[in-house]
């Protein structure tokens, strides 16, 4: 495998021990997450200098598995290896995407989305996509943390990742019984779903969860309080 744009990636990663470097870390957790597959089917939506790609392609390059990289723009030489290929297009454009590589029909083991971060956009890939992950299989959700953006005021980034980051815990309360969910901090933020229902399964739609509102919140807060303090 060779990547034009991150020569050093994989030796960092590979050699990585947990210090502050949070965006290095969540690399590893994707790299963690599939060392441990044989022959994985991997597909990749979001390419841009394919600091990703470059990962994925190791590993599948080491497991005998292939990647399948989708980005509107054309990011078709980021990576050379046998074990990687690229198609230049809208990823919402399901059809065409498994027209082409018809290998995904059969079963992915692990999705990477990290194209336009949008919460509209990243919930239409996730439930095109899901019904084609394995059993066991992850999906990983990049930047669902907008704690970096929040400190540096930057308002665009703040809401796009948090609207992300709503749009992924809603998805997941709805269906919680079939997801694993898991969230690291820090950098801008990785989660991941773990499906535990089989192959061909859908997402259920997002409904609206019960939450506890503000009054009473509150109230109970206030009263419990007060009981305490009473009790002394």
Same mark, same amino acid.
């Given at each position: 495998m060779? =990547?034009?744009?991150?020569?050093? +990636?994989?030796?960092?990663?590979?050699? !990585?021990?947990? $210090?502050?470097d949070k965006d290095m870390y969540q690399k590893r957790i994707i790299y963690n997450s599939l060392i441990e597959i044989d022959n994985p089917v991997v597909?990749? #939506? *979001?390419?841009?200098? *394919?600091?990703? =790609? =470059?990962?994925?392609? /190791?590993?599948?390059?080491?497991?005998?598995g292939?990647? /399948? =990289?989708? %980005?509107?723009e054309d990011c078709h030489d980021v990576v050379l290896s046998k074990n990687w290929s690229f198609l230049k297009t809208d990823? +919402?454009?399901?059809?065409?995407?498994?027209?082409?590589? %018809?290998? +995904?029909s059969h079963g992915i083991d692990l999705i990477y989305i990290d194209s336009y971060h949008d919460s509209e956009h990243v919930k239409k890939l996730a439930y095109n996509w899901f019904p084609?992950?394995?059993? &066991? *299989?992850?999906?990983? #959700?990049? %930047?669902? %943390? &907008?704690? @970096?953006?929040r400190e540096k005021k930057l308002i665009p980034h703040t809401? &796009?990742?948090?609207?992300? $980051?709503?749009?992924? $815990?809603?998805?997941?309360?709805? &269906?919680?019984s079939n997801i694993v969910y898991s969230k690291t901090y820090g950098s801008s933020g990785l989660s991941s779903y773990i499906k535990i229902n089989n192959f061909g399964e859908e997402l259920k739609l997002t409904k609206n969860i019960w939450t506890v509102n503000f009054f009473?919140?509150?109230? !109970? @807060?206030?009263?419990?309080?007060?009981?305490?303090?009473l009790k002394k």
């Open positions: 060779i =990547s034009k744009n991150h020569k050093e +990636l994989i030796n960092n990663i590979i050699n !990585y021990k947990t $210090n502050n597909l990749e #939506f *979001g390419v841009n200098t *394919g600091a990703s =790609s =470059s990962i994925l392609a /190791y590993l599948a390059e080491k497991k005998g292939h990647v /399948y =990289s989708i %980005d509107i990823d +919402l454009d399901t059809k065409k995407i498994l027209k082409t590589f %018809d290998k +995904l084609y992950l394995k059993k &066991n *299989g992850i999906m990983f #959700f990049d %930047d669902t %943390d &907008n704690l @970096i953006y809401v &796009n990742v948090g609207e992300i $980051n709503e749009m992924v $815990n809603k998805i997941y309360a709805s &269906n919680h009473i919140k509150y109230t !109970y @807060i206030y009263m419990r309080k007060i009981y305490k303090y």
